[in-house]
């Protein structure tokens, strides 16, 4: 079964930078779509990104011009750079991938901003 691990999470000033990573246990270029989504407390979870084998990439509103997704395929990795971060970009953010149909998240690694 293919797992996907997220790493890089903490705890960052607003304001400030992060970048996340997410490690597939096979290769990722068997996955159509790659990205993220993230779960603040108690709300919904919501997309926060994609990015397709093609190079598409597609962002929620709010994180347009400070997040970015990207793709090493040769690594099997996933990032996510996440730049001006504000306190409401506090979640937990997972990494996703959909696979011949299948849909699959990580189990997240929690992102706190805050002064």
């Known amino acids: 079964q293919v797992q996907l691990v997220e790493s890089g999470g903490g705890l960052v000033q607003p304001g400030g930078s992060l970048r996340l990573a997410c490690a597939a246990s096979e290769r990722i270029s068997s996955f159509n779509t790659m990205g993220w989504y993230r779960q603040a407390p108690g709300k919904q979870r919501e997309l926060v990104g994609i990015r397709t084998t093609s190079g598409t990439t597609n962002y929620t509103d709010s994180v347009k011009g400070r997040f970015t997704i990207s793709r090493d395929n040769a690594k099997n990795m996933v990032y996510l750079q996440m730049n001006s971060l504000k306190p409401e970009d506090t979640a937990v953010y997972s990494c996703?991938?959909?696979?011949?149909?299948?849909?699959?998240w990580g189990p997240g690694t929690q992102v706190t901003v805050s002064s």
């Open positions: 996703y991938g959909q696979q011949y149909g299948l849909h699959i």
